[in-house]
């Protein structure tokens, strides 16, 4: 491995870990953060000169402290605000003790619980998490959430001057506190995941990156807390959902729904690996939500085809969702594993109790699935008018190219000229 | 670090506080900042119908009207400035103030540091 390429390969993976060790050091994440860019930059100098030193982390942590220290000593507004005898005695012990690994030692976790903290923007949690944890710049950051870098500039200022200003705290919660700030973290993940996966908006249906970074930080949290079942359920549901990947678009990139996929395209392993999650999620205490819909996504990937997929369980495990957590999108979802057992009469019956709820209006899925059953109970003008709706409401152009589809099958042949 | 709650009242009863908490609540709440050394300041605020706006103009003249009422449905009924070490501890405290509950609400603003 050239220099340059494991500097590269060093700063991404541990960027995140040095941030955190920096930031507990010195309470900073600004400082952090520099000091943290400008010890890779001497690594960039030096290690193609003198190698590659044997605890590369330790080596940048050590080089990025002594850079903190001396922008302290030179800045009286910074000194004044963090105890600067604190940092000097730092200073008198080089070496950080090492970890399991033999380099630094894990301080990440702190720094999931300030990303995703309750009090910052849920728009800025993602990006906070991406650019701390995950080692984005924030230009990939922008273009990952699919805004100018200006605009992500300015979300991650404004975001980190709330924590500076307001005083969030770096700093693991309490057991007592852990059920409540979890779930927090978690969403922060997933919602990476989703925004990757099903772009809310854009050309391109799935953006592998971002969900493949959101698979990586749920690797890492669940290695920081691995008695947490939820994180298991969480990775579990990722991996399975991102193991159908290379079968979910087509060749010109139009969207191939569940019943179209070619399942021999799916990814067995990562099935494999998400199956073994969703039996560590599910037992050894009462399910959480994650778990549970990483399940469902288990039945999904280990059907042959929709028709021989157990629905019976699949409903099962959505009463078991709802309970958990009640919303009108999982009632939807239901609503459609239910039209799977039991018929589209009866899916559509129970989609139509939900026409009134103010969280589905807007939300294309609703109409989407309504047109489809119509469609299957073939009251064809109805489903054409769904699909319409939908389509005013579809972000992708794949989803809008698939509603189109749809809609196109529901007219009579005379009207396609 | 200091915070101020800013106590809004969702439903005020005829006394200007808050329907859904009793007077005892207030007073124990108000003896556990105490007991905890974090209070620095503290005030309930009277009805809002005893409120005075005055307003300058660019010519000097004082402008004075009765009110403000209340346009929205949340009136400032009270505030109170503790001084503790972050955010999450300011947000505990908030949460156990008696009017966080129900229709109210508390505002946790940090206050501006000029002096570091």
């Not at chain 1, 494991?6 to 309470?27: D, H, I, K, N, P």
């Not at chain 1, 506190?177 to 993940?189: A, S, T």
Request: aromatic share 6%.
């Amino acid at each position: 491995m050239s220099a340059q390429s494991s500097v590269e390969s060093v700063f991404r993976e541990e960027r995140g870990r040095l941030l955190a060790s920096l930031v507990r050091r010195f309470g900073d994440l600004d400082l952090a953060e520099e000091v943290a860019s400008e010890a890779i930059e001497a690594a960039l100098v030096q290690w193609p000169v003198e190698g590659v030193p044997a605890r590369p982390g330790a080596w940048l942590l050590t080089t990025a402290r002594r850079r903190a220290v001396d922008r302290l000593r030179r800045d009286q507004a910074y000194a004044a605000r963090l105890a600067i005898l604190q940092v000097e005695a730092d200073r008198a012990d080089p070496a950080p003790p090492a970890d399991a690994d033999g380099d630094l030692p894990d301080e990440r976790l702190q720094m999931f619980f300030t990303c995703a903290h309750p009090a910052l923007a849920a728009e800025d949690r993602g990006a906070l998490t991406l650019r701390c944890l995950a080692g984005l710049a924030t230009p990939e950051v922008a273009r990952a959430f699919l805004v100018p870098t200006a605009t992500m500039a300015q979300r991650i200022v404004r975001a980190k001057k709330k924590i500076r200003e307001a005083r969030i705290p770096f700093r693991v919660p309490g057991a007592d506190e852990l059920p409540e700030r979890l779930p927090g973290v978690l969403q922060v993940i997933y919602s990476i995941f989703t925004e990757g996966y099903a772009a809310s908006s854009g050309p391109r249906l799935q953006r592998l990156d971002l969900a493949e970074e959101a698979i990586r930080l749920a690797r890492i949290l669940r290695r920081l807390l691995p008695a947490e079942r939820e994180i298991a359920g969480l990775l579990g549901l990722m991996l399975l959902i991102h193991a159908r990947r290379d079968a979910r678009t087509g060749p010109d990139g139009e969207i191939v729904l569940l019943d179209q996929q070619d399942r021999a395209c799916w990814d067995r392993t990562m099935i494999e690996e998400g199956r073994a999650l969703v039996i560590i999620a599910l037992t050894g205490g009462p399910p959480g939500p994650y778990g549970v819909q990483a399940a469902i996504a288990a039945l999904h990937d280990e059907a042959v085809d929709l028709a021989t997929t157990d629905w019976p369980q699949v409903v099962a495990l959505y009463d078991v969702l709802l309970a958990l957590t009640p919303s009108p999108v999982v009632a939807l979802n239901r609503a459609v594993a239910i039209a799977m057992r039991d018929g589209p009469e009866a899916g559509l019956a129970l989609l139509d109790e939900l026409a009134d709820e103010p969280q589905l209006r807007g939300h294309h899925p609703y109409p989407a699935a309504r047109g489809d059953l119509l469609q299957r109970l073939g009251r064809l003008p109805e489903a054409a008018a769904a699909y319409r709706e939908a389509l005013e409401l579809a972000g992708t152009e794949p989803e809008r190219a698939h509603l189109r589809r749809r809609l196109n099958e529901t007219e009579p042949a005379h009207d396609r000229g | 670090m200091k915070y101020m709650l800013l106590i809004n009242a969702g439903a005020v009863d005829g006394n200007g506080a808050p329907a859904e908490c009793s007077f005892e609540e207030w007073v124990s709440y108000d003896k556990e900042l105490k007991d905890a050394g974090i209070f620095v300041s503290g005030e309930s605020l009277a009805d809002l119908v005893t409120a005075t706006t005055v307003q300058v103009g660019q010519d000097g003249r004082r402008t004075v009207t009765d009110g403000p009422f209340a346009e929205t449905r949340e009136v400032l009924g009270g505030f109170y400035v503790i001084d503790v070490p972050d955010l999450d501890v300011a947000l505990d405290w908030a949460a156990r103030n008696p009017g966080a509950r129900g229709s109210g609400s508390v505002v946790v603003r940090p206050i501006a540091d000029f002096g570091a």
